[in-house]
């Protein structure tokens, strides 16, 4: 986190949530025991320094531990009004050697309306370490609210956490969890994405939201009955089939976060110990929805076995050369542990902000207040995903989950259905509806109209050269006469070996204005390649530019395009009379070769 929050300031890795509180909240009792919470877990009185470009950490309780307080109460709305200010608080940039990295603020809505805000950066906490802080701090205030003693401090001090690392990473288990991760991600191909590009994160996450309806949390429940499985493990699945079809993909991978406290010290502590790792899955057609069921248990019962081991390691060991926290596939973030906050006679639940940098999108799980409602959430790059694809993204997964719970367990994932009606009929039948007259033409055909329409229009522009129509016109129609000497005409094959430039883009159409077809021949290919193709081929002759350096065999017959005297032919457009046949739609306009990769090219 450190590392990634120098390659771009301008995007903090912050983490960012807030509790929505009804009732009567004494704003400095709050202060003292956010402060004394933040002393007992360390990470709230965090900074960092570098030493030799080297970060190190210091608890320093002399930081300023003000809560903040905002009144909204004269806003036309104040709701939004706090949103919009958290929103902006959290994304702004952060200069992590000089600013504070966890903050905290009391917005007040109405006179019994309050959402107690937090932004935690990532380098110092991470989410189950923010939700404990938070646990605490309210136990604390609510037990001084009772005239109660609250329980004992059981946190440990930042050096033991850091200890138990050095220790873990000293061990055999750590070499144990490297082997293990090795043989997991061995011959994953490409990324698991929705996006046709990467970009980098952005400062504030675009966060689509819904809670499960009644009926759908009902056929889960059933479904989670019937094949004896967990709600995580029904949501994981439901995820990797959705992606499977939207990707075409059967090896899909997941990225997971865990918590990475795998003792009871790292579990009442803070710092920042939480982790990434990759969930594969083989989603292949005959895949049945209990089968999937069966390989995503065992894949997070791998995962939480080795969830210790860095996923900076596990890309490292991979061969990736990211020094970001580039993760392996959009995440499924199971976060049950959020549960209800009580401040006195005060219950307010979670509400997610943000949960750090999005380099992709991913799927948030989370319970509401006394887990009343199920909430599924994405939260989406949008450098990567625009406002509506990423809300239609969303939308499309929470009707096509209502789908896969409604399955029976021996159903194969492949044949629900991932698309409603509306869309079905929109990307089927509206999509294809591409039916529209067009007049039957040649390739020729439009190069004409659009010479002879605006000869003086720029038609080609090289290395600060430009070409008009009237002039490439001239140019085409005087070599196409002279190739028509040569006997060029349909159906004959010519070759094209000319680097980018005018000259190039002359013959081809001259080629095309003779009658004939032009065979591409990279200048630049191997002298076996372009001996293969010009005994396949057998051209009547190859294009050349005299400006170009092309090794040909020996005995080629070439015409050098830029050579070639046309002052005495005639520059209008040919005539099929002047061809050696009529030109035809059917004719051959080009023969190009393959690569060759898995055999000889063939054209």
């Given at each position: 986190m450190?590392?990634?929050q120098?390659?771009?300031?301008s995007?903090?890795?912050?983490i960012?949530?807030?509790?929505e509180?009804?009732?009567?909240?004494d704003?400095?009792l709050l202060?003292r025991?956010?402060?004394q919470?933040?002393?007992?877990?360390?990470?709230?009185f965090v900074?960092?320094?570098?030493?030799?470009?080297?970060?190190?950490q210091?608890v320093d309780?002399t930081?300023d531990d003000?809560?903040?307080?905002?009144?909204?109460?004269?806003?036309?709305d104040?709701?939004?009004?706090?949103l919009?200010w958290?929103h902006?608080?959290?994304s702004?940039?952060?200069?992590?050697?000089?600013?504070r990295?966890?903050?905290?603020?009391v917005?007040r809505l109405?006179?019994?309306?309050?959402?107690?805000y937090?932004r935690v950066?990532?380098?110092v906490?991470?989410?189950f370490?923010a939700?404990?802080?938070m646990n605490?701090?309210a136990?604390?205030?609510?037990?001084?609210v009772?005239?109660?003693?609250?329980s004992?401090?059981l946190?440990?001090?930042?050096?033991?956490v850091?200890?138990?690392?050095?220790?873990?990473?000293?061990?055999?288990r750590?070499?144990?969890d490297?082997?293990?991760?090795?043989?997991?991600?061995?011959?994953?191909?490409?990324?698991?994405?929705?996006?046709?590009h990467?970009?980098?994160?952005?400062?504030k996450?675009?966060?689509?939201s819904?809670?499960?309806s009644?009926?759908?949390m009902?056929?889960?429940?059933?479904l989670?009955?019937?094949?004896?499985?967990?709600?995580a493990?029904i949501?994981i699945?439901?995820?990797?089939?959705y992606?499977?079809?939207?990707?075409g993909?059967?090896?899909?991978?997941?990225?997971?976060?865990?918590?990475?406290?795998?003792?009871?010290?790292?579990?009442r502590s803070g710092?920042?110990v939480?982790?990434?790792?990759p969930?594969?899955?083989?989603?292949s057609g005959?895949t049945?929805?209990e089968?999937?069921?069966?390989?995503?248990?065992?894949?997070?019962?791998?995962?939480?076995?080795?969830?210790?081991y860095?996923?900076?390691?596990?890309?490292?060991d991979a061969?990736s050369a990211?020094?970001?926290?580039s993760f392996?596939?959009?995440?499924?973030n199971?976060?049950?542990?959020?549960?209800?906050?009580?401040?006195?006679?005060?219950?307010?639940?979670?509400?997610?902000?943000?949960t750090?940098?999005?380099?992709?999108?991913?799927?948030?799980?989370?319970?509401?207040?006394?887990g009343?409602t199920?909430?599924?959430?994405f939260?989406s790059?949008?450098?990567?995903?625009?406002?509506e694809?990423a809300?239609?993204?969303?939308e499309r997964?929470v009707?096509?989950?209502a789908?896969?719970?409604?399955s029976?367990?021996?159903?194969?994932?492949?044949?629900?259905?991932?698309?409603d009606?509306?869309?079905?009929?929109q990307?089927?039948?509206?999509w294809?509806?591409?039916?529209?007259?067009?007049?039957?033409?040649?390739l020729?055909?439009a190069f004409?109209?659009?010479a002879?329409?605006n000869?003086?229009?720029?038609?080609l522009?090289?290395?600060g050269?430009?070409l008009?129509y009237?002039d490439l016109s001239?140019?085409?129609?005087?070599?196409?006469r002279?190739?028509?000497?040569?006997?060029?005409?349909?159906?004959t094959?010519?070759?094209?070996?000319i680097?980018?430039?005018?000259?190039l883009?002359?013959?081809?159409?001259?080629i095309?204005?003779a009658g004939g077809?032009?065979?591409?021949?990279?200048p630049d290919?191997p002298?076996?390649?372009t001996?293969?193709?010009?005994?396949?081929?057998?051209?009547?002759?190859v294009?050349?530019?005299s400006?170009?350096?092309?090794?040909?065999?020996?005995?080629?017959?070439t015409v050098?395009?830029d050579l070639v005297?046309?002052?005495?032919?005639?520059?209008a457009?040919?005539?099929d009379?002047?061809?050696?046949?009529?030109l035809?739609?059917?004719?051959?306009?080009?023969?190009?070769?393959?690569?060759?990769?898995?055999g000889r090219?063939?054209g």
């Open positions: 450190w590392f990634a120098h390659v771009d300031p995007v903090p890795a912050n960012a949530q807030y509790i509180l009804h009732g009567d909240l704003v400095e202060r025991a956010s402060s919470a933040a002393l007992e877990l360390q990470s709230g900074r960092i320094v570098e030493v030799d470009a080297e970060p190190r210091i309780p930081l003000s809560l903040n307080y905002l009144d909204l109460r004269g806003e036309a104040p709701r939004a009004a706090a919009a958290m902006g608080d959290y702004a940039p952060i200069d992590i050697l000089r600013d990295l966890i903050a905290a603020t917005l109405e006179d019994d309306v309050w959402f107690w937090e950066h990532h380098v906490l991470d989410g370490g939700v404990t802080f605490r701090a136990e604390l205030y609510t037990a001084a009772e005239g109660t003693e609250p004992k401090n946190a440990s001090d930042l050096t033991k850091y200890d138990i690392d050095v220790a873990y990473r000293d061990s055999t750590f070499e144990a490297r082997e293990y991760w090795a043989s997991r991600i061995d011959g994953i191909d490409g990324v698991t994405t929705l996006a046709g990467t970009a980098p994160p952005a400062a996450s675009q966060i689509d819904t809670a499960l009644t009926e759908t009902e056929r889960l429940e059933a989670r009955a019937e094949t004896d499985t967990t709600m493990t949501v699945a439901g995820f990797a089939a992606l499977a079809q939207m990707t993909r059967e090896d899909v991978v997941l990225s997971l976060p865990v918590t990475a406290r795998t003792t009871a010290v790292l579990r710092g920042m939480s982790n990434v790792v969930l594969r899955l083989d989603v005959d049945t929805v089968t999937l069921f069966a390989r995503v248990n065992a894949e997070v019962s791998g995962a939480l076995r080795h969830q210790r860095r996923h900076e390691d596990i890309r490292r061969g990211s020094g970001q926290a392996f596939g959009p995440w499924v199971i976060m049950l542990f959020f549960g209800e906050v009580r401040l006195g006679s005060m219950v307010g639940g979670i509400n997610i902000l943000s750090g940098l999005i380099e992709d999108f991913g799927l948030n799980l989370y319970t509401s207040v006394a009343s199920t909430h599924i959430d939260e790059n949008p450098n990567l995903y625009g406002p694809q809300g239609r993204n969303h997964f009707d096509f989950f789908r896969f719970v409604a029976g367990p021996k159903d194969a994932v492949w044949d629900l259905a991932l698309t009606g509306l869309e079905r009929e990307v089927v039948d509206r294809n509806d591409t039916e529209h007259e067009t007049e039957p033409r040649t020729l055909s004409e109209a659009a002879a329409a000869p003086d229009a720029t038609a522009v090289y290395e050269e430009a008009t009237g001239a140019r085409v129609n005087g070599l196409a002279h190739l028509i000497d040569m006997g060029v005409g349909p159906e094959l010519v070759g094209l070996s680097r980018r430039s005018f000259d883009v002359v013959g081809m159409y001259a095309v204005a077809a032009w065979v591409p021949i990279d290919h002298a076996d390649r001996a293969y193709i010009l005994d396949s081929a057998q051209p009547r002759c294009l050349i530019s400006r170009d350096e092309v090794a040909l065999p020996e005995g080629t017959e050098a395009v005297d046309c002052a005495a032919r005639s520059t457009p040919v005539r009379v002047e061809r050696t046949a009529p035809r739609l059917s004719n051959t306009a080009y023969v190009i070769y393959t690569s060759g990769s898995t090219p063939k």
